[in-house]
């Protein structure tokens, strides 16, 4: 599978890197349902085989679940692979409650509580899950570019940072990556920050690219309506009325456009995030290993001009309709 260079850092990085925010589990706040390890370790198995050369996870996943998954499974590979993982979000013992921290001494003990459950000496890209409390960006960042010092971590990123928020910390400390929502139906990052981040040298690593799920072209109004509780997306506008009918009609639609290709819509969505030269991958999640196999092929997927006008058509149809 192809790699681009991320940011300014030497980390070449597939086109699709593997994603596990699923991979924690339905048992928190943001879960995604119930989740069979073994079917993430499978999962994960299958998306190195696949070529696929890093993975994405954070401590909040599941409450450590998702980081302890992935170390199991990379043990004795550990090399192979490139380990994403994210702080800022705390947790209390057994509480749902989601705490918000980028104090310093709250990132000190993230970083060595994730190298455990990593089961890793080093993490090679830890990122700031999100800017949040606002105040506390310029000290979260500033520990950040301390433990690369320090050679706890490697390399530095952000995730969910305003364009504002971007130009502070890269007045700190260089950021070597931002992990932003980005999708056919999420596209706020073209206004500014996609041009900002090219001319940075920060890679963009897109998360949600298949809009979690809903641009795999397997989600149907019955199914979106009979998500758990414990799924998030239940609770998400994208996944409920009056939204879902528009989304699924668009839909509808993208999926003749991946049909007459011969590829799935999966695949087309994943193609379409990576048209942008400022883009280094896409994080695309995966709860089984027949999920990662099919979408780690648009890591050599390229879409024509007309492919790409006639997505725009219906992209602008839907936000019309909604
Ligand atoms: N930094 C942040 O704030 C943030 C936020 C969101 C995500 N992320 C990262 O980005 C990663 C990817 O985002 P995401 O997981 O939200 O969404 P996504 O990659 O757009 O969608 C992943 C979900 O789609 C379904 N799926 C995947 N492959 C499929 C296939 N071939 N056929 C049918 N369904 C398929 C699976 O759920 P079902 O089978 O249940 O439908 C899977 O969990 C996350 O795992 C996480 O690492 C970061």
Redesign the pocket.
Do not use: C
């Given at each position: 599978m192809q790699t681009r260079k991320l940011g300014n850092s030497e980390l070449y990085l597939t086109t699709i890197?593997?994603?596990?925010?699923?991979?924690g589990g339905g048992d928190w706040k943001f879960g995604?349902?119930p989740q069979d390890d073994m079917a993430s370790v499978k999962a994960i198995h299958a998306a190195l085989d696949q070529g696929i050369n890093w993975i994405?996870?954070?401590a909040i996943?599941g409450h450590g679940h998702s980081e302890e998954v992935v170390g199991r499974t990379i043990k004795g590979i550990r090399n192979e692979v490139i380990i994403a993982t994210?702080c800022g979000r705390v947790w209390e013992g057994d509480s749902r409650e989601i705490g918000k921290s980028l104090r310093a001494d709250s990132i000190r003990r993230e970083v060595e509580a994730s190298l455990k459950r990593l089961a890793i000496e080093v993490i090679d890209l830890y990122?700031i899950?999100?800017p949040e409390p606002d105040e506390e960006i310029e000290e979260g960042w500033d520990t950040m570019a301390q433990l690369v010092k320090e050679g706890k971590v490697r390399y530095v990123g952000v995730?969910?940072f305003s364009l504002d928020q971007l130009k502070r910390a890269q007045a700190i400390h260089s950021i070597t990556s931002l992990?932003?929502?980005y999708?056919m139906l999420r596209r706020e990052i073209e206004e500014e920050i996609m041009a900002y981040c090219g001319s940075s040298q920060i890679g963009i690593i897109a998360?949600?690219?298949?809009?979690?799920?809903?641009?795999?072209?397997?989600?149907t109004k019955e199914r979106a309506t009979s998500l758990p509780d414990s799924?998030w997306?239940s609770r998400h506008p994208f996944f409920i009325e009056p939204q879902l009918s528009v989304n699924l009609q668009a839909i509808g639609q993208l999926k003749e456009i991946a049909d007459n290709k011969g590829i799935?819509l999966?695949q087309l969505?994943l193609a379409w995030v990576l048209r942008n030269k400022e883009v280094t991958a896409?994080?695309?999640?995966?709860?089984?290993p027949?999920?990662?196999?099919?979408?780690a092929k648009a890591g050599e997927l390229s879409l024509t001009k007309a492919e790409i006008g006639a997505i725009e058509e219906i992209l602008a149809w839907r936000i019309n309709n909604l």
């Open positions: 890197g593997l994603g596990t925010w699923a991979m995604w349902g994405d996870t954070a996943y994210k990122q899950h999100w995730s969910n992990q932003p929502p999708s998360y949600s690219p298949m809009q979690a799920g809903l641009l795999t072209g397997k989600f799924d997306r799935t999966s969505s896409a994080i695309v999640g995966a709860r089984s027949g999920q990662i196999e099919e979408t």
